[in-house]
């Protein structure tokens, strides 16, 4: 086989091997994927989802999101516990929200940490439950977050995004990187 021809079959075979790897598609969602988001089955959906603190996606639905876990699970932000509630859920993450999250964190971890990182998510994946649809992948399927206060609604459609109602009953997407969240 000449050089000419040896060369062109490593040049196609390099190609489909860029091509191969390009489509492959990722077992989990991550912050840098910019959603809260979902496939297959759904215990694992939060599990790499995070950081959310005053300076990391401090203004997002994602902090929506974890705002609505606060909520549902009691949490204190002050020493007078004075519980997060739902009025609070605004997309802000400010002191009050550091404060729950901090709260939350040790009643759940035994640390001091006013972030939500992956720790805790992880925890609060195994507070969501099945109520509908299908965990196949293009599919709706239809959640609930049950706290140890509250329970609310989920939907993860058909892209695999998370979806909620917002405190004024407005549907959003659980995104890290803008806040249409109110």
């Keep these: 086989m000449g050089e000419h021809v ?8 390099a190609a489909l ?3 191969l790897t390009a489509s492959t598609v990722p077992a989990e969602a991550k912050t840098s994927d910019g959603w809260i988001r979902g496939y297959d089955g759904y215990g694992d ?3 790499d989802e995070g950081m959310l603190n005053m300076s990391t996606f401090a203004n997002s639905n994602a902090t929506c999101f974890w705002q609505k876990i606060l909520w549902a699970e009691g949490a204190e932000y002050n020493s007078d516990g004075d519980k997060f509630t739902f009025r609070m859920v605004d997309g802000i993450f400010g002191p009050k929200t550091a404060q729950a999250t901090e709260d939350l964190n040790f009643r759940i971890r035994k640390v001091s940490s006013t972030s939500a990182t992956k720790e805790i998510f992880f925890y609060m994946g195994n507070k969501l439950v099945q109520t ?17 206060s509250y329970t609310f609604r989920i939907k993860r459609n058909s892209e695999g995004k998370y979806t909620f109602d917002d405190r004024n009953g407005n549907h959003v997407q659980a995104g890290y990187r803008y806040r249409t969240c109110q």
């Design 6 to 13: 040896k060369k062109k079959i490593l040049a196609g075979l």
């Design 17 to 19: 091997g860029i091509a």
């Design 132 to 148: 509908g649809g299908s965990t196949a992948r293009g599919k709706d399927l239809y959640l609930e977050f049950r706290g140890e």
């Design 45 to 47: 959906d939060l599990d």
